[in-house]
Each structure stands twice: as C-alpha cells, then as structure tokens.
C-alpha cells in the first residue's frame, strides 16, 4: 500500500471480508496502526453511525478492499463527511498459486508413470506419496519438494483419510503446489474422490492426472488380457477387502465376464469357495499376481478349485484375475518372451519360490501355463 501517512498508533478501519482483507489487515498492522476489519455493509452502517455521533471519532483511515459497489460509494460519502482519507488496497487472492494435483502414478515402474503426472511433480513444492506406485522414487522425480509419506500398509493407517485431506489443503492456502501421489490410478480404490471434495470445500483448486491402474497392468504383465475377442467381453474390477455377500457372488458368477480382485489377498479362501458355492466351474483358471512391476514380482496361475492349497503363500499387494482369460497368456507361445517392455525378464529357469505354485496347478492345464510363464513374464 503506497501510503505517505505515519500510521503508528493511528485507528484504520479495513473494509472487506476477513478472508479477503487479509493481506491488507497485516499491512497496516505492521506499520503500526491500530486496526479493525470490517465487511463492507457493516462498514458503511459503523460509519454513518459515527457521523451520526455515536461514539467517539476515533478515525484515522478508511482502507477499501472489497464490498459491492453501493457500499464503496456510501463509504466513501462518509469518509469524506468524517475528513477520513480513503484508499485502496488489493484484496487477499485465497490462494495466490497454491493447488492441488492428484496424480495417478501407475502400477510401479516409472515408465508407467504419464508425462502430465511426471511434469506435476517436477513442478511440486509439496508431495504427500503412498507405499504402492513409484513411492521409493518420488525423491527422484519431485526434486525440490517437501515429501510426506501418509503411506497405509494392509490394516495399518498410517495417516488417517481425513487428516491427509486437511494436510492437502493446509499446503494449497499456504500458496504450495501439492502433489498427491498415489499408486495407479487416483480413483480406482484410491479415495480421489473424497481428496477432490475436501479440495472443493475448502475452495482450492484441484485437478486429476489419471494413472495407468494396477487392475489392468499387473494382468498384463503376465501376459492376461482382461479382455479377449470370444472368450471376454467384460471385466468387472472389485474390491475383495470386505468379502463377497451372496449377491455379489451370485451376480459376478452369472456375468460370466473377467474377474479382477484387489486387496483381495485375506479374504481369498472365502473368494474361491463363495464362486464354487454359487456354481463356477472347479476348473476355472485363477492367477494370483504379486508386486507387480518390482523386482519381487511373483505370477501363480491355478483355478478356482485348487487354490486352497496355495493359500498362505500369497502376499499383499496383488492382483487376482479369475476367468478364461488366464489361458490366453501362454496361448500361441512356445518360447520365452516377454511381453511389457517395462518388466526387467529373469533368466528362464529361474523360477524362485514358486515350487508350491506348481504342486498345487500341476493337474491342470493352467498349471502347465504357469511353469512355462514362470520364467517368461515374472520380472
Ligand atoms: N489405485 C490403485 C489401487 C489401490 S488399492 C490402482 O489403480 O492400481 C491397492 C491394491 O491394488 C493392492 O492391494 C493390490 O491389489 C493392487 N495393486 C496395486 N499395485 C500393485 C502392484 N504393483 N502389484 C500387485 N498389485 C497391486
């Protein structure tokens, strides 16, 4: 504010709202005045009512930040009644740059990660990241910026949804770029959208860089469209945390369509015994796709009737993929190739821990696959 006046101990009334006149409340504090801040209506009726008489005169300066146009001009009259001078000052942007980007950061290899998603987070000033998608190389990606791991592990939260939401938001009005990193795709079993609302409220912008989702690229990697021309044509992606009621069971087994079960670990026994109970076929295949994308990355293929004997060997995260589609992976296939360019091969032969994997397929078809695959896709 381009003042000539000594405002040291001098009474200034600001004229806007508390959230606007922000920036010119501290302005004329710290030269010193004594101030009170006012919207516009009820500064226009505080000053008539000193013209008026009541209470003391003691009015130094009237500074306008903003209000409707009725008011600037009643205000002014009075000022100019009152022998107040009058001026101007800009209103507080709520957020001069700050905003917030949801960024999807695909299943892990940040190859996966999307051109827009990389140049956010160049860009961050802040990125609160999770443990799933490219989380170990956000310090690489997002030099500069302020890291903030809010990661969950299964059946540990360690920072609680609401509490990420208000960290997103205390950095967007302090005028940061934040970065909310996630794994995949923001909105598929992400809580993006509950991120956007607490953005929205809080009048931050915020926009969405979408990611590549685990539910159709770890599949993928292993070689398993999820869709396939005569044997697929729908894939229905769920969440298997909570397990299956009978009507979903029911309705998944009736579709006839691809199944894809995140964080479906746990409730795996139940998974497979609700299909069978609800008519699958025993002979259904299942692959059960572990850290996708790392270098820990383990492909079991089975069905749906032998699975039982596998249980306890799988671990979190995964993707589990239960329909005809399992085959296609090795269909036309009689040597080792991989398929996803991002996914390092192992050296064929080089099958790991994958020994109880074998033993419980080996009647099966898709067992056969799976020793095959083994060394083909798993990364
Ligand atoms: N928004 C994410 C999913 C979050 S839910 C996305 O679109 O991919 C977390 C679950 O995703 C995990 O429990 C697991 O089922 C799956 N998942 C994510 N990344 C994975 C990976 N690299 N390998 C295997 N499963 C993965």
New binding site residues.
Partial sequence: MQLTLDLTGRHVLVVGRPDRARHAVAAVRADGAVVESRPADDAARHLRALLAGAGPRLLHLVVWVEGPGEARVAIAASAAALEVPLATAPATDPSPHGHVTLV?G???APELLTVAGRAALAAADVVLHDR??PGDRVAELAPGAELVDVGKT?GHHAVPQREIEALLVEHAVRGRRVVRL?????????R?GEEVAACRRAGVPVTVVP?????I??PEEAGIPVTHREVSRAFTVL??HVPFSDDELRHLVGLGGTIV?????ANLPQTAAGLRRHGMSVDMPMAV??????DR?RRTVTTVGEVDALIGTFR?????VIGEVVRVADAGLDEVADLVAFAAPRPVGSEGSRAGARAGAAASRAGAAASAADARVTA
Avoid: H, R, W
């Fill in positions: 999807g695909g299943p892990g799933l998608g299964p996630k794994g995949g795709d923001s909105f598929v079993f992400g993006g990611g590549v989702t685990s539910a690229a770890v969440s298997g079960v995140l964080m479906g670990v796709l572990e850290s996708g994308f790392t990355s979190s995260p995964a993707v589990i």
